[in-house]
């Protein structure tokens, strides 16, 4: 009987494929968003009291019914530790840790914890394919991602140095340190271009046009690296779909041959 109970909790808990394992992801669906509106609502200012309890009622039940699902998982597990670490299962303990911690705190930290309730977002991504597929593209392209992030720190830097050295003495209240010239690189660099700072030397315009020309790599580059991952992955998500079923036929048996019939009849 309990093996049967496990099995049952199981498939309803890590399932989808079944009616009582899509009713459970639908129902935590539904759960998450009302969660994340009722967060975004509590910051609406001249809230009523009543609104304020109900709020607070609704946030207590919404942290009773995630703990339960985190209690749960862990339950069914088949590695429990290797659960816990994980990358859901650190979400799904952030998505209830602050209500734990904010009990018995004084306003002013309960404020900062608030703001860790905004992990329940990412809980989405255990009922999404394509959320899923995103995240196997980011670590089939990690290496060129994280040399690409590498060279941009890189670039970042020579960018400040360099618009320091041409506007240092021209602007000294916008430029007067290559730390106050990182905020120029960055917004240079990602084709933003705030317009809060600029140059007005010569040298400091020729200068940000070739930033400017590097940065249009900048910002192409990552998206055109994510872009062929996700291809890929795509690709192998389909042929992982469609492996189990490509199941060779077996080969076709030859028939006896039949005797040759004596002479004479």
């Known amino acids: 009987m309990t093996s049967l109970k496990d099995t049952f909790l199981k498939g309803v808990v890590e399932r989808s494929d079944t009616a009582s394992g899509l009713a459970f992801d639908l129902f935590l669906k539904v759960l998450i968003v009302l969660s994340l509106i009722a967060f975004a609502v509590t910051t609406i200012p001249d809230l009523s009291d009543s609104w304020h309890q109900g709020l607070r009622y609704f946030e207590i039940v919404t942290v009773v019914i995630f703990t339960i699902e985190y209690l749960l998982r862990i339950g069914v597990a088949d590695k429990k530790l290797a659960f816990m670490t994980s990358f859901f299962g650190i979400i799904d303990l952030l998505a209830v840790l602050p209500f734990y911690l904010a009990i018995g705190l004084d306003l002013r930290s309960i404020r900062a914890f608030r703001l860790m309730r905004l992990f329940r977002i990412f809980k989405l991504a255990r009922y999404s394919k394509a959320i899923q597929r995103f995240q196997d593209a980011f670590l089939i392209a990690r290496e060129e991602l994280i040399l690409f992030l590498l060279v941009t720190v890189i670039l970042l830097f020579l960018a400040s140095v360099g618009i320091w050295f ?3 003495e021209a602007q000294p209240e916008k430029f007067s340190t290559v730390f106050d010239s990182l905020w120029w690189a960055v917004a240079t660099l990602t084709t933003v271009g705030y317009g809060d700072s600029y140059p007005i030397t010569a040298g400091g315009r020729v200068f940000t046009f070739l930033v400017l020309l590097v940065g249009l790599g900048v910002v192409s580059v990552p ?11 795509r690709e ?3 042929k992982n779909v469609a492996a189990p079923s490509a199941q060779p036929e077996p080969a076709a048996q030859p028939e006896p041959e039949r005797p040759d019939s004596p002479p004479g009849d």
Do not use: N
């Open 223 to 233: 998206a055109g690296l994510v872009a062929s991952a996700l291809s890929r992955a």
């Open 166 to 168: 041409f506007e240092c």
């Open 236 to 238: 192998m998500e389909i």
